[in-house]
């Protein structure tokens, strides 16, 4: 039941079931709203909400506009609320922090004991040393500066306000603290179980986001029995929240049924709508206030065919000809590749991600320009190959109890930088290690791949720094070097802790296109 | 076939246990080679190997001194002998060798006067067997029943003598070995005769062109081959995943589709924001994605699409989009970045709609790697761009990707992606595991997608992993050893 209507259960133990919620379904973050989508998925009445009047108001102060502009607000009366409810509650507010809130910038949001403080509220900034509060879990007064510095919460999410001179703060009538949004509350508001009128206030940067945040929480409450009342919020403009409205579209039946492939009358469609929580009159679809990602058609169109069952779609094949293409690169490789088999060399995919001391260093070659990583996890992985030789070397010497001797090739990706610019080529390279492996035998593993390909190369004596000295040649093709070959530098078979001689070729394969 | 090492081991075996010094000598192979070549034998069952640990000797620095230039006690009574006098000895010769002289009981003393006794005077004479003994140790000869006390004398004495200990294998050829020796002395000669119950009848190991075109072969028994183990055949392959990429991009082909060109590095604008992925979104985080420093940023498409994606995102998400953020280069995090730009080629006239498309290739995510997760693996993307193309067709085209590859049972599950609506989790039933496994994504692209790039709408898309059905196909159960490239493991290793 819980997949089908987008939850994909992540795992069950005992009583306790674990589901994804997806990060466009917010509603969807508490059982409340799971139990609401699971009603009207089940033949329930789609619900509607309402909200009184709880006179009371908020003030904007214009000295936190530059700071976090945007406030919310809603009244809860006659809540039953006991420990495990406040523990779902504050898992719901911090799953909307952490995924639709980005980690409380956007959005922030305080749940308070309405009773503990004097309306009106005041929303403003102030000096971060000017003002002193006991924050939730603490004992003692402390600055918001403080806070910032000693509360865990501070410390976690100080860097949000940390580059302003004045940090915002809710105050009530008598200047006690409700809460150091997006940080943390004041002790004095704690919700506990006996609670029973909650004053609920969503901070952020997005005007929309904290107003579908505060629709979520206070529904969730509202589903346990509380009564909604809505708060006078004056700024520049005076405005009632939550607004609760319900947006109503004219239903968009054909454009729905076209892009599904489908033949739904209007009844039946409006019938699956239901099941997803919208109400309707006279082919109008009413959406559901708490669904707050539906943005278009579509939308409507996806919850037509979630509540229908993807899986109670015929299948069907688009119903056009077309002709199979392979790109010119994959035609060419696929040849080297066969190619590289027939002469008995084993396949190896290596990462392009590697770092300058595999790639540069143990190689006794130059660095060169290559594209780097800016947030490497590892130290491993900083910049993409340029070459394939180092990945060849490091499989061998991680291959150290196969038997002798070792054949082996790739075909890979080699990514350099010229000028500004990313170059992305495919590149062949292949490695005898033996302890016969020469120049000759090596030279003649190219000789053979530019024959077989009908290549027009020259080979020619270069010096390279990875290779024995006048043990290496280039491969030249219109005059321009395209590969190398050659009897690797002892030193550098020491730098890979190899104990035998190896021949290398490689050989950029995309000029040849 | 044997090895040629192996065959050199076999036959010095066969005379007789060796050591691996010995075997190196009887071989002329290094002691590596043997050494390699013993255990591929023992692999095969032919050799069994010993590791013994045996006791040595050494010389100390003392030791080095006293071979050259004596032991001081013995100059200190070569030196009494010839007359000299106490106070022209040396000084080592004075401290350290008086009181050894006396211990050994080489010098008798009266009164305030050195002699030396009927000992001292025999050892001058012949010769001090410590000074042999040590000879022996330094040229590596080995030592006598005569030696045993002096070494023992020595042991305890400064740095004069060091013990050493060496592994030593030895190894032996088994039965099995035995007959494969024979069976490879058998190919060598050729022709070998048997007695006995065969009486004077040839049986011969090797047909020969001779045999064939004189007829002879018809005078001739041929002998049996025993069951006796062969050495594998190495031949050259393709790497495993590589055999899957084929496959699958058969399967695409066959069914009509054509081959994305596509990039590794992406500016963030095709990897996110013509996807329709707000700028603040999580998945663009540090976090997840592979950004760069070099280059720092891709220029964005000389085109009014950026206008247009600029526009859906301002219209939509309601934030303020900002053209550097899209300009950042990143490792493309899904291969669904070259979508768009294909999307736009058909806009601009360069491909043709109805089209299909698809592509191979890898993809990165700046996770830590485990057995499930690598920063580094392969996508299989595709995208129908067809103003007449349905949901309906979205799900048939992937049940028969998937029946193609060899999964019959397949469902689907709502899922959310930023870019398609409707969106869907493909999963396939594994039979073996008798489990459901997930392994792709797949929607229809959103019109925020499809209208500022194609300028029409819909495009069917997907992008499905590609290790984790292999994985299940070859019962690899550590997504890493893909990427190991463990060459005794490749060889081994079947899809």
């Known amino acids: 039941m819980l997949p089908s209507i987008g939850l994909p259960v992540e795992s069950v133990e005992g009583d306790s079931i674990y589901v994804d919620v997806t990060p466009n379904r917010p509603d969807l973050l508490s059982i409340e709203g799971i139990a609401r989508a699971l009603s009207t998925f089940m033949g329930g009445k789609p619900k509607h909400y309402s909200a009184k009047d709880s006179g009371i108001k908020l003030h904007i102060d214009n000295s936190v506009l530059p700071v976090r502009p945007f406030i919310v607000a809603a009244v809860v009366k006659n809540v039953k609320i006991d420990e495990k409810k406040i523990e779902s509650l504050m898992q719901l507010q911090e799953k909307i922090h952490e995924t639709y809130g980005r980690k409380r910038r956007k959005i922030s949001i305080g749940v308070h004991n309405l009773d503990a403080v004097q309306p009106p509220f005041f929303y403003k900034a102030v000096e971060p040393s000017s003002y002193s509060f006991i924050p939730l879990d603490m004992e003692k007064k402390l600055t918001l500066s403080k806070i910032l510095e000693l509360h865990p919460k501070g410390v976690e999410y100080g860097g949000i306000i940390k580059e302003f001179k004045k940090y915002p703060l809710l105050v009530d009538s008598k200047e006690q603290a409700l809460s150091f949004p997006p940080i943390i509350n004041g002790e004095l508001t704690r919700v506990d179980a006996n609670t029973k009128n909650i004053f609920i206030d969503v901070t952020g940067t997005d005007a929309n986001a904290i107003m579908d945040a505060l629709k979520i929480v206070s529904l969730a409450l509202v589903d346990r029995g509380g009564e909604l009342f809505t708060v006078e919020v004056i700024g520049k403009r005076k405005f009632e929240t939550p607004d609760l409205s319900e947006k109503v579209v004219a239903l968009p039946a054909e454009k729905i049924n076209k892009m599904l492939g489908m033949d739904f009358t209007e009844a039946q469609l409006l019938k699956l709508l239901a099941k997803m929580g919208y109400d309707s009159s006279n082919k109008k679809v009413k959406m559901p206030c708490y669904r707050v990602d539906i943005m278009d058609w579509v939308d409507l169109a996806e919850d037509v065919a979630i509540a229908h069952g993807y899986n109670n779609f015929p299948p069907s094949l688009p119903n056009f000809f077309s002709i199979g293409q392979e790109k010119r690169s994959e035609l060419l490789e696929g040849k080297v590749r066969e190619l590289m088999v027939g002469l008995n060399f084993l396949e190896v995919l290596c990462p392009n991600l590697t770092n300058e001391q595999e790639c540069f260093g143990k190689m006794l070659a130059t660095e060169k320009p290559h594209v780097k990583i800016k947030n490497p996890k590892v130290e491993e992985y900083t910049m993409m190959r340029p070459w394939l030789a180092p990945s060849l070397l490091k499989v061998i010497s991680e291959s150290k109890q196969a038997e002798l001797p070792i054949r082996i090739f790739e075909i890979g990706d080699a990514i350099s930088l010229e000028g500004a610019d990313v170059k992305q080529t495919r590149s062949l390279a292949c490695v005898l290690y033996d302890p016969k492996a020469t120049f000759s035998e090596i030279k003649s593993f190219a000789d053979a791949v530019a024959r077989e390909m009908g290549w027009a190369v020259e080979m020619r004596p270069c010096e390279h720094p990875s290779f024995i000295k006048g043990r290496a040649a280039e491969i030249v093709h219109k005059k321009k070097r395209v590969g190398v070959f050659g009897e690797i530098h002892p030193q550098v078979l020491n730098n890979f802790q190899l104990e035998q001689p190896v021949a290398l070729l490689e050989l950029d394969i995309t000029s040849f296109l | ?495």
């Open chain 2, 1 to 495: 076939m044997l090895h040629q090492y192996e065959k050199l081991v076999l036959h010095s075996l066969k005379a007789g246990s060796k050591t691996l010094d010995e075997l190196a000598d009887s071989t002329g192979l290094n002691k590596d080679s043997a050494s390699r070549a013993c255990y591929w034998l023992k692999d095969k069952g032919a050799v069994e190997i010993h590791e013994t640990v045996t006791q040595g000797f050494k010389l100390g620095e003392e030791g080095k001194k006293f071979l050259e230039s004596g032991f001081p006690e013995f100059n200190l009574i070569k030196k009494l002998h010839a007359g000299k006098a106490f106070s022209e000895l040396s000084d080592e010769e004075k401290r350290i060798g008086l009181p050894w002289a006396k211990r050994k009981e080489w010098l008798e003393i009266e009164g305030n006067i050195f002699k030396l006794s009927k000992l001292g005077e025999k050892i001058l004479r012949e010769g001090q067997n410590e000074v042999l003994m040590l000879k022996k140790i330094s040229e590596a000869k080995s030592l006598g029943k005569e030696d045993i006390d002096a070494v023992k004398a020595l042991l305890g004495r400064g740095d004069v003598l060091r013990t050493t200990e060496s592994k030593q294998l030895s190894l032996s050829i088994t039965k099995k070995g035995e007959g494969l020796a024979g069976k490879e002395a058998a190919d060598i000669h050729g022709e070998i005769h048997l007695h006995g119950d065969v009486g004077a009848r040839k049986l011969v190991n090797t047909l020969t062109k001779e045999d064939i075109t004189t007829g002879r072969w018809k005078e001739k028994e041929y002998r049996e081959y025993d069951d006796s183990p062969v050495e594998r055949s190495r031949p050259g392959k393709k790497h495993p995943l590589r055999k899957a990429i084929s496959r699958i991009r058969k399967i695409f082909l066959e069914l009509g589709f054509e081959e994305m060109e596509d990039r590794l590095v992406e500016s963030s604008f095709w990897n996110f924001d013509a996807l329709f992925q707000p700028q603040d979104h999580p998945a663009r985080d540090l976090m997840d994605t592979f950004y760069l420093s070099s280059p720092e940023k891709i220029s964005l498409p000389k085109d009014e699409v950026v206008d247009r994606v600029k526009k859906a995102h301002e219209e939509k998400w309601k934030y303020k989009w900002s053209r550097e953020v899209a300009e950042q280069a990143v490792l493309r995090t899904h291969d669904t970045a070259i979508s768009p730009q294909y999307m736009l080629k058909v806009r601009k006239g360069e491909k043709k709609a109805p089209a299909k498309f698809f592509a191979v290739g890898r993809v990165y995510r700046n996770e830590a790697t485990d057995f499930k997760h690598l920063s580094e693996f392969y996508q299989v993307g595709g995208i129908i761009v067809y103003e007449d193309a349905t949901f309906r067709d979205l799900l048939g085209l992937l049940k028969e990707f998937y029946r193609k590859l060899g999964f019959e049972k397949i469902r689907f599950i709502p899922n959310y992606f930023p870019y398609t609506e409707p969106s869907v989790q493909v999963e396939v039933y594994y039979e073996d595991r008798k489990q459901w496994l997930e392994l792709g994504g797949a929607g229809v692209f959103r019109p925020e997608v499809c209208l500022p790039t194609w300028g029409k709408y819909p495009v069917l898309a997907w992008g499905l992993g590609l290790e984790r059905p292999v994985m299940l196909m070859m019962g690899v159960k550590d997504i890493r050893q893909f990427y190991r490239n463990d060459v005794s493991w490749l060889r081994e290793a079947r899809v």
